[in-house]
């Protein structure tokens, strides 16, 4: 499950986890404009815990969700909305060679 928030600077994600026990703590996503961030509270050291991520490492992981392992570099059109992922991978975008070359 998970929810979004749009507050005035900055949209907030959280995900929460529905899996099987033991639950994992929420994740917290805050998209910035020019940046993300993923907070994570680490309980065995009673704190949060942070990571910060360009916009470009964000796309990038968006679009690695969907790609086998490999290589890739991503392209984004002059609009912006669409996106390519080229490289060397399992194939799947039709681009890219065998992940051994």
């Not at 033991?22 to 404009?33: C, G, H, M, R």
């Not at 490492?57 to 992922?85: C, N, V």
């Amino acid at each position: 499950m998970f929810t979004i928030e749009h507050d005035f600077d900055a949209t907030v994600i959280t995900l929460l986890d529905e899996g099987r026990q033991p639950l994992e703590e929420d994740v917290v996503i805050t998209i910035f404009t020019d940046c993300a961030t993923i907070e994570q509270y680490d309980p065995r050291r009673d704190a949060m815990c942070k990571i910060t991520l360009s916009l470009t490492q964000m796309r990038d992981l968006a679009a690695a969700l969907d790609l086998p392992e490999g290589i890739y570099r991503t392209r984004f059109t002059h609009s912006g909305l669409g996106k390519e992922a080229e490289g060397k991978g399992g194939g799947k975008t039709g681009e890219g060679e065998g992940k051994d070359g």
